[in-house]
């Protein structure tokens, strides 16, 4: 059981903090003793405990902190082989005890053990819940998209518990006998090349489908085979008009001969030539679609029966609750289907809007990334609360084949969009929670012609330790397991006993427990963990 030391007004953060890092808390009482103490200031006593770990700035420092503003560089820091940025400032330690952190431009120790206390206290420089609370409603601006630092604060807590001898059970964020989740998205933005008639789109389509793909045919980024592809493109879009081509921008049906029997998720814009609201900075001229969402009604019917979702991909959805309401409903009626999760159509979004569509009924938003890049924009690649919903979950998204491949944003090749995939997954598949995956709906026809690395994501179903889902049933697998309770555990024999309020949750929640025995990992139930199968970690 671990004793957390906070202010109050941290609780909402903290709350959250161990609804990702699932192991047994509590506020500490003074007078009981506690295997591990987290301490979230240096200020006071610390309770008796076998361990604590002490987190915060120096009293000068957080002096300081407070007159800077909020656009303060990051620091970067290094955990054995990781490096993560710290955004709201850390102290330097004068110590010469155990390094654990240390800043990478200078390699001063930001934390360490405490000398003479025989590893019972370790320092750690910097405020573990101001980062949390910055990168679950800030998020992390694009340079560090690619460092998973909200996981990375979860590891180095474990790793300290766990390397201190100090038994530990948590529940992982995959299910058990999973080593990853992978939620396969599209977002709807162009059904029907027709509607576009000859505006920017289809000028912007006919210059890459000829000239750019020559070019880039001549370069050797193209095969002859995608050039011919985008080239016949290019001169049937007449045929297309009167209804002889299929119009090629309509990918649903290749999707669902490719994905078989994969559940994934569309995201359908409501109401076609909207803009929608302007938020601060973020301009919506340009952002109306084209098509219409009851042209598209049989084949979204079609999905359904094949066991896809149906999500909104919202217009006015992130700031206004009426109007996520009737957006959904739209979408509703064309695809006789209920809609339980929305994305932003550009992913719009605000703080306010956890709030906004949690009262128009929506049980998950998935807007929390980058358009720009691929990673992590708040830090983690579990599903989690939004600090200032009470319900609502947030499904982070993490790769979208535009960011990837359009030219002014990473402007990657195939196969280097598959390597940057891979670099998330190495650090995914290690039993860290889910990647979420947007491949738009036109992007595996002409001229985009992206299958290749959509088939990589592809190949990934086929591993027996990869749960592919949609967005829906991923959201309702993490609701399930913040709803574990647990009870009474003995961390020598392994025993625990592990209770939800939910009804049973399928894939199977998992318990790991860590002690002197090793690590074993086995279906939560009421679980003897000493009585299955236990691997030595
Ligand atoms: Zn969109």
Redesign the pocket.
């Known amino acids: 059981m671990i004793g957390v030391v906070a202010p109050e007004q941290d609780m909402p953060v903290i709350r959250e903090f161990f609804e990702l890092f699932k192991t047994p808390w509590e506020i500490c009482r003074s007078s009981k003793h506690y295997d591990v103490v987290l301490a979230a200031s240096t200020e006071g006593t610390l309770p008796d405990a076998d361990l604590s770990v002490v987190y915060g700035l120096d009293p000068q420092d957080r002096a300081r902190e407070k007159d800077l503003d909020q656009a303060r560089p990051a620091v970067l820091l290094r955990y054995r082989e990781h490096r993560f940025p710290i955004y709201g400032g850390c102290s330097v330690l004068n110590s010469d005890g155990k390094r654990v952190i240390d800043q990478e431009a200078t390699g001063k120790i930001v934390g360490s053990m405490i000398p003479g206390s025989g590893g019972r206290i370790v320092r750690i420089g910097y405020d573990l819940f101001k980062e949390v609370r910055f990168l679950l409603l800030n998020g992390q601006p694009t340079e560090y998209a690619l460092m998973p630092t909200l996981d990375l604060h979860i590891s180095i807590l474990r790793d300290l518990i766990v390397e201190s001898g100090i038994p530990l059970v948590e529940i992982p964020p995959v299910p058990a006998g999973f080593d990853m989740i992978l939620c396969l998205t599209h ?1 709807v ?1 162009f059904a029907s090349i027709r509607s576009h008639g000859l505006d920017r789109t289809v000028i912007g389509f006919l210059y890459r489908a000829t000239i750019v793909s020559f070019v880039h045919f001549l370069k050797g980024q193209l095969t002859i085979g995608k050039l011919v592809g985008n080239l016949l493109a290019a001169f049937s879009l007449p045929l297309v008009h009167i209804g002889l081509v299929c119009d090629f921008f309509n990918q649903f049906e290749k999707y669902m001969r490719i994905e078989g029997s994969i559940r994934s998720t569309f ?1 359908v ?1 409501p109401y076609k030539n909207l803009d929608g609201e302007e938020f601060g900075d973020q301009y919506s001229k340009g952002r109306a ?1 084209r098509y219409d969402v009851e042209d598209i009604g049989p084949q979204l019917s079609a999905l359904v029966a094949k066991g896809c979702e149906i999500g909104l ?1 919202g217009i006015n959805a992130w700031n206004d609750t009426d109007m996520a309401e009737s957006e959904r409903e739209r979408i509703q009626e064309a695809a006789h289907s209920t809609v339980a999760g929305v ?1 932003s ?2 992913l719009f979004w605000s703080e306010r809007t956890p709030e906004v569509l949690e009262d128009a009924g929506f049980s998950y938003d998935s807007s929390f990334g980058y358009n720009e890049t691929v990673g992590y924009r708040a830090g983690t690649c579990q599903v989690f609360q939004p600090l200032n919903a009470e319900k609502l979950l947030e499904l982070p998204l993490h790769v979208q084949d535009t960011a990837l491949f359009s030219s002014g944003r990473m402007g990657l090749s195939q196969h280097d969009g598959i390597e940057k995939i891979d670099e998330l997954l190495r650090w995914i598949r290690q039993g860290r929670g889910v990647t979420t995956v947007n491949w ?1 709906l036109r992007s595996i026809g002409p001229e985009r012609q992206w299958d290749k690395a959509f088939k990589h994501l592809l190949q990934l179903a086929d591993d027996p330790r990869v749960w592919v889902a949609s967005a829906q049933d991923v959201v309702q697998w993490f609701a399930s397991r913040r709803l574990v309770q647990f009870g009474e555990i003995d961390l020598d024999t392994g025993r625990s006993l592990v209770s939800s309020k939910g009804t049973e949750t399928t894939p199977r929640i998992a318990v790991r427990l860590y002690n002197h025995h090793g690590t074993a990992t086995s279906e939560a139930e009421h679980v003897s963990l000493s009585e299955r199968s236990r691997t030595a970690g």
Do not use: G
């Open positions: 977002d933005d995201f814009v679609t991909h994305r159509h550009w738009h």
